[in-house]
């Protein structure tokens, strides 16, 4: 299954509100939800999705968010590239 553009976008978005992500494995259907177990949260607003995957899991993927030192890791590579890319044009 391949991701659109759009999707990991919108799940980037998600992840980055602190909500849950899962992907239907044969649709590739998104789902996104806050944790149930947030304090913050009223998981009444939300009931219909968090069911729907909980009653068909088995076939839901979750997309976790990465760990920050993971992402700060990107980051910095990508910081590293654009100066080496802008090196090379005489910037």
């Known amino acids: 299954m391949k991701l659109s553009d759009q999707q990991v976008k919108e ?3 998600e992840l980055l509100c602190g909500n849950l992500c899962y992907v239907h494995n044969q649709s590739g259907e998104l789902e996104c939800f806050p944790d ?3 304090p913050y949260v009223d998981v009444e607003l ?7 995957v909980d009653n068909d899991f088995s ?3 979750e997309i976790e968010k990465m ?3 993971q992402s700060f890791q990107v980051m910095e590579d990508f910081a590293e590239n654009c100066l080496i890319e802008s090196s090379k044009v005489g910037c």
């Open 67 to 69: 760990p920050s030192h």
């Open 11 to 13: 799940i980037s978005e």
């Open 59 to 61: 076939n839901y993927i």
């Open 36 to 38: 149930p177990n947030s």
């Open 46 to 52: 939300f009931q219909e999705v968090v069911d729907k």
